[in-house]
């Protein structure tokens, strides 16, 4: 007898899943703004990809939406712990919950988004990114173009090279940037954007190399991820963990040892914060003051 309810609650839960999916979700009624500093990230990107010879993309009102719910569920909510990225939602809203992982992703958590919380009948991909400290878009920008695999999503190339990107929206708050890309040029009427006089958008200069390597104490306290023998070793491994979005590593030399250190803040707090958004591929991370 239980085993029948059981069966009985999984199906009427695939039908209610199937009608949400697929039921089409009218934009709120107040609305849907852009910031100023959301548009900003959006233009630095179209200018990126004319200075790469490759067609600015559109402004979608519904990417923008889904930008700013996602950012909304990723700060009150925190769907992305343990194994979760930032792709993941929770299911504490009127959406489908799902976990993103690394090694085995659920792609439909995130494509099916937009069909889900707006008219836009089409999958929409995220560009996620996440920092303790408040950041402006021209930062933002500048660490995405940083991340190869960002840098190939922004431009279409790589694992995106047959992609075409017609849509865009984007969603900066509480230290989270998401920018999202549809395929199908949406529709509706842009998002209402700031009033006043729009700047000329220049791509911001390459800023000079930051020193790599730390070998007196500085009072911060260091994310640290590994110990080698040899400066030479330490530094192949660090430019594999830049590559993989660790912006802020460096090499670390406190008595003779050498360790890279993931990201370094400039209290205990912050440095937990930091940990704790951690993938669980990183969490042996442990926190030294130096």
Not at 13 to 29: D, E, S, V
Not at 208 to 213: G, M, V
Not at 281 to 290: L, N, P
Request: aromatic residues 12%.
């Amino acid at each position: 007898m239980f085993r029948i309810k059981v069966y009985l609650l999984l199906i009427s839960g695939i039908i209610f899943i199937n009608a949400h999916l697929f039921a089409i979700k009218p934009l709120p009624k107040s609305g849907v703004y852009i910031s100023k500093d959301e548009l900003r990230l959006i233009e630095l990107i179209n200018a990126y990809r004319f200075a790469n010879d490759i067609p600015e993309i559109s402004l979608s009102v519904c990417m923008t939406h889904v930008a700013h719910t996602h950012i909304q569920d990723l700060y009150q909510n925190r769907p992305d712990t343990s194994i979760c990225n930032l792709h993941s939602w929770s299911d504490k809203g009127d959406w489908s919950p799902g976990c993103y992982q690394n090694y085995a992703p659920d792609q439909n958590v995130m494509w099916d988004k937009p069909k889900e919380l707006t008219p836009y009948r089409y999958r929409g991909y995220e560009l996620a990114y996440w920092e303790q400290d408040v950041i402006s878009p021209d930062t933002i920008f500048e660490r995405l173009i940083e991340i190869p695999q960002a840098r190939d999503m922004l431009l279409n190339k790589g694992n995106f090279k047959k992609k075409k990107w017609l849509a865009i929206g984007a969603g900066i708050q509480h230290g989270y940037a998401v920018v999202w890309f549809g395929q199908v040029k949406d529709k509706l009427k842009p998002p209402k954007e700031p009033k006043g006089k729009k700047e000329k958008v220049e791509l911001p200069k390459p800023t000079k190399q930051k020193t790599l390597t730390v070998r007196k104490k500085t009072g911060r306290y260091y994310l640290i991820f590994g110990s080698f023998k040899t400066e030479k070793e330490a530094a192949r491994k660090l430019k594999k963990y830049i590559s993989e979005g660790f912006r802020d590593a460096k090499i670390v030399i406190s008595k003779n040892k050498i360790r890279i250190s993931l990201s370094d803040h400039q209290n205990l707090n912050k440095a937990k914060k930091a940990k704790a958004k951690f993938s669980e591929k990183y969490q042996e991370a442990w926190i030294m003051k130096y």
